[in-house]
């Protein structure tokens, strides 16, 4: 979407009219910030509202966590689907992102907040902009265009449950609040 916006931007505007480093500029400004609106919202409603009202509701335990996340993360990637283009691409997309949504929600587990996935929600927005910008340009002026390869999708695939699952046994190695301390008592 916001190729298709920069694009109706730019298309009006003729060389005269401004600089093209200006152009891109402008072009780089409105990703940045409609980007880090994406993350923002995105991150207020999946891993805020509703990881929280799924934490709530199945608790705060490793089975009541890996539920919450893996709905979460299926859900965001789902939405992902929306997006033009062919349907075999948006599948992999979308199984891309649900992995990353489980490394959102470790995230979200581990700060007790959404900020810090907000920020790399943000970054991984932008880094698939300039992408797609530096594709785009690739094929115009002739050079190797940007790609993205599986060892990212891997590495997002086994790390989210493995920072939620790390969060889990700290969880567990933390001292029950039901349990009262034991003194130590030399034993006879």
Not at 59 to 77: D, E, N, Q
Not at 79 to 90: E, F, M, T
Not at 98 to 123: C, D, E, M, N, Q
Request: net charge neutral.
């Amino acid at each position: 979407m916001v190729i298709v916006r920069l694009a109706s931007v730019i298309e009006h505007r003729t060389p005269r009219e401004e600089h093209p480093l200006a152009i891109l500029a402008a072009v780089l400004a409105i990703a940045v910030v409609e980007m880090a609106l994406t993350a923002i919202a995105e991150e207020l409603l999946f891993r805020g509202l509703l990881f929280n009202a799924l934490l709530a509701a199945w608790g705060t335990t490793r089975r009541g966590i890996y539920p919450a996340a893996l709905t979460t993360s299926g859900l965001w990637g789902a939405v992902h689907l929306l997006n033009p283009g062919a349907i075999s691409q948006l599948l992999i997309n979308a199984s891309f992102i649900a992995s990353i949504g489980l490394i959102l929600a470790a995230l979200r587990l581990r700060t007790g907040s959404i900020w810090a996935g907000v920020a790399l929600h943000w970054v991984n927005n932008v880094t698939g902009v300039l992408a797609v910008l530096g594709s785009a340009s690739s094929w115009w002026i002739k050079t190797p265009a940007i790609t993205s390869g599986w060892g990212v999708s891997v590495l997002a695939a086994l790390g989210g449950p493995w920072l939620i699952e790390s969060h889990c046994r700290s969880l567990e190695d933390q001292p029950r609040r039901d349990q009262q301390p034991t003194a130590d008592v030399p034993a006879t």
